[in-house]
């Protein structure tokens, strides 16, 4: 992250410097913390303003905010595509848990019914 901010710092205004702190919202996904990925993205956009107002003197002042705009969309783009892809893949590993315990289940009722034993009795027991 630190070399993204200096690159940043380093590159003269209107140059799209800020794309590159996706980079860093991509790498929060290894966290299972849905809350560090917004902490990143909150940090990136920080940065990103900052880059603003201590980078070299570029190209004309509404291209510089027009890209500094599009790089703070880009980076929340990425973070709420993130933080939805991580609830997704939440879900499917709770379904995914759900269903080997289905199955075991399942193979337990069968393999009871197998000894003798009626399955309506099971029933009865639990």
Request: charged content about 10%.
């Amino acid at each position: 992250m630190r070399s993204v901010f200096y690159v940043d710092l380093t590159i003269p205004l209107g140059v799209a410097a800020g794309v590159p702190y996706v980079t860093v919202i991509l790498v929060s996904l290894t966290s299972r913390s849905q809350s560090t990925t917004i902490i990143w993205a909150t940090i990136c956009t920080v940065l990103t303003l900052i880059g603003y107002y201590m980078s070299p003197v570029g190209s004309e002042t509404w291209k510089v905010v027009f890209n500094r705009v599009l790089a703070i969309y880009a980076i929340w783009a990425v973070a709420v595509v993130s933080l939805f892809l991580k609830e997704r893949a939440h879900q499917v590993a709770k379904l995914e848990s759900d269903l080997v315990l289905s199955e075991f289940r399942a193979t337990l009722g069968l393999s009871l019914s197998t000894l003798g034993m009626p399955l309506l009795l099971l029933i009865k027991m639990a």
